[in-house]
């Protein structure tokens, strides 16, 4: 069974850092581009950004270029997201995805991200 | 705004056949694959479509997806109740290097 597991969400001030993680078990990690996607509370999805299997290649939606940083350690099946400079429209639920291209196959529950002074 | 552009609800009967629309343009849905997503709130996104009409294991075949040009479209046929949720689409868009969502269609089963 497909397992994804985020943490690292939380309470933070604006300007603030935090680093999310996602632990993966069930499937063969460093084969799979791996994704982030959130949901800000009673809003829609919105894709944050993609790695490749390698880390070689990365993609990010505008909002969070030069702000947000994915990455991925292959060893211990992991994906990561440091989030810096924080604002209060990133206050959002965090999903870990497998997938990259749109077709999204497997689902963590979700980190929550607040940002609020 | 969303790339995407999905009806804000929809809804119909037990029984009935509804259908969802995703208007997008020719650097998303009119290159690329549609996709398509069931949220019940309060939990994760489920796929139900991938690469316009494919069901993973598991989805009935009452949830079917489909494609005319820069457009997509989600079919649920023999509306049940338990079908009540959000529903998104998705697809890469070129010229923004990214994945773009629809803003997402609350089905109401009436």
């Known amino acids: 069974e497909v397992q994804l597991v985020e943490s690292g969400g939380g309470l933070v001030q604006p300007g603030g850092s935090l680093r999310l993680s996602c632990a993966a078990s069930g499937l063969s990690f460093s084969s799979n581009w791996m994704s982030w996607v959130r949901q800000a509370p009673g809003k829609g999805l919105e894709w944050v950004a993609n790695i490749k299997q390698d880390g070689s290649e990365k993609y990010y939606v505008d909002s969070v270029k030069g702000r947000f940083s994915i990455s991925r350690d292959n060893v211990k099946n992991s994906l990561f997201l440091q989030m810096n400079s924080l604002r209060a429209e990133d206050t959002a639920m965090y999903y870990c995805?497998?997938?990259?291209?749109?077709?999204?196959?497997?689902w963590g529950q979700g980190t929550l991200v607040t940002v609020s002074s | 705004q969303s790339v995407l552009t999905q009806p804000p609800s929809a809804s119909g009967t037990p029984g009935q056949r509804v259908t969802i629309s995703c208007s997008g343009g020719s650097s998303n849905i009119g290159k690329n694959t549609g996709n398509w997503y069931q949220q019940v709130p309060g939990t994760a996104p489920k796929l139900l479509i991938y690469s316009t009409n494919q069901r993973p294991s598991g989805v009935p075949d009452r949830f079917s997806g489909s494609k005319s040009g820069t457009s997509a479209s989600l079919a649920i046929s023999g509306l049940q109740s338990e079908d009540e949720a959000d529903y998104y689409c998705?697809?890469?868009?070129?010229?923004?290097?990214?994945?773009?969502f629809g803003g997402g269609t609350k089905l109401t089963v009436l």
């Open positions: 998705a697809a890469w868009d070129d010229s923004l290097n990214g994945v773009v």
């Open positions: 995805v497998r997938g990259a291209w749109g077709a999204f196959h497997y």
